[in-house]
């Protein structure tokens, strides 16, 4: 049976990107609405889990509000989807009009420093499609680092996907991919991280909405062994066609603790900023996950389910 759930995956995403990115833009819009609203009426567990993490973002929010919320957010979501089926058709131009973005200044003069640049971003709106205005307005390539997936093929489709918009993608598992990392920004290069959820339980605990939550250490320890520069990123949508974004004030190394306690504060500054971007904005935090410690934490029988 895994092995069948595995192929039909890995089938829809392969008809997803066929088919969308050869429809009419308002025709793979629309349907992307339709098949989020679909999704939000079912309430599975992905949905479920958007709301219960929306609930901590808003948490004065009535259970209609929350609704509403999680129905907006499977929307953008689906949006993000829609839009990453078609990147590989959009021109140069269409990528520049679809996407606004502020404190690009700190991001042009971090690379003609020579000294590297990191870019940090959570899971808001279409980091693929911020991806591809780096690389296409600016003409700057990045690396940036894939979650393994299964079925393998999937991973190798996303994989290849990426790598069309001009990226350069790492496998999240299997060691090398901190020290390749380190490597292009010593050599002056950027790298971008999407780094909102710690995928090796190995993260550092921040305080997040009031609560504990991991993050991946990497982005900090990278800037603090390399001497590159930090930039947290927030986007979201508006009602127009236009994602927005922010490049955001760079993140110091501190002057003073050890490794750890260096990247237990700027790891803290990367969250905050990133909490004040999902607080503005947050439908378009596509976080279906577990996030939480105490979300990831085994309950008890008398716990609530």
Known sequence: MSGIRD???????????????????????????????????????????LESNLARVVPD?????????????????????????????????RVEDGFDIKGVHYLEEGLASGRGVILALPHLANWDLAGVWVTRSLGVPFTTVAERLKPETLYDRFVAYR??????????????????????????????????????????????????????????????????LLLPVTLWYDDSPVMKGRIHAPVDVPEAGTRDERTSVMTQSLADVFAAGIADHPEDWHMLQRLWLADLEPRGEDGPA
């Open 61 to 93: 929010a009535t259970p209609e509000r929350l609704a509403e919320l999680s129905q907006a957010g499977m929307r953008s979501y689906m949006r993000y989807w829609m839009e990453s089926f078609r990147l590989p058709t959009w021109s140069k131009e």
């Open 163 to 228: 790598e069309s918009l001009g990226m350069e993608v790492l496998p999240h598992t299997g060691g090398s991919a901190f020290g390749t990392l380190a490597r292009r920004l010593r050599a002056g290069g950027l790298i971008c991280l999407v780094a909102d959820r710690d995928l090796s339980a190995n993260g550092t605990e921040v305080t997040f909405f009031g609560d504990t939550a991991r993050m991946p250490a990497g982005p900090a320890m990278l800037a603090q062994q390399t001497g590159a």
């Open 7 to 49: 192929r039909l995956t890995d089938g829809l995403y392969g008809l997803g990107w066929a088919t969308v990115k050869k429809l009419p833009e308002p025709v793979a819009a629309g349907l992307g609405r339709r098949i989020a609203d679909i999704a939000w009426k079912r309430r599975g567990k992905s949905v479920l889990r």
